[in-house]
């Protein structure tokens, strides 16, 4: 399997497992940095010595439509573009009604316009090359499931999932299968778990009894983008340990008012 594939967010965390398992599935590799030039270099190390190419280009999802040119950048300088993975993302942890207008805007904006517009743009490039291709937006359980205080980001993944199931119904016919990998509490930065070995960390209320680790999202990403993959669109895959199993369970057994704040 051979091809060119770009993933946003790809300095850390999720995007930066995917990255590398991509490389090494045979995908040269375009890298976003948003604020750490050195975590976007070790992406890039990694993915060539992987035996891929790889490059890097700025991305600020709160500076669109321009940000969004970048899909175009990177695959220019890559020769084209067979799978786009959207990991870009944001959130707060505020209750909708101290939320403000300006924090709500750069949620969405990270979360469900940049991925819009980076996917529009993918989908031009692979329909204007004939040979298919793969989208797949990395969403959250919240994509279908509420949380406490994060208004914003629950109604951005779940634009987001809705979005991804328009896309696959739109570009089937273009051979681009657009799918959602949804993950549930993995240790990453974005989880304030950067380096931290998930098995290490108890979560009694997860089936597994852990969170996930930045790869193992990644797997089921490079399933979706591989020959695996081809005939799978509209869907979003699940990756939570278990998570959303335990909705009313979960919900019998809470033994305390903490979950409101």
Known sequence: MTGVAIITGSE???????????AEAGFDIGITVHRDREKA?????EVRAAGRRAEIRPLDLTELPGAAEVVDELADALGGLDVLVNCAG???STPVIDTSYQDW???LAVDLDGPFLCA??????MIAAGRG???INITSVH???PRV????YCAAKGGLGLLTKVMAQELGAHGITVNSVAPGEIATPMTGQEDQDPHGIRRPGVPLGRPGAAHEVAAVVATLAGPAGSYVTGASWTVDGGMLLMGPQAGSHLESDDWRS
């Open 12 to 22: 850390s965390g999720i995007g930066r497992a995917t990255a590398v398992v991509l």
């Open 41 to 45: 270099e070790q992406t890039a190390e």
């Open 90 to 92: 944001t959130g707060i």
């Open 105 to 107: 805007r750069r949620v």
């Open 120 to 125: 529009q743009r993918a989908a031009r490039r």
């Open 133 to 135: 291709g793969r989208i």
């Open 143 to 145: 994509e279908t499931a």
């Open 149 to 152: 205080g994060a208004g914003a």
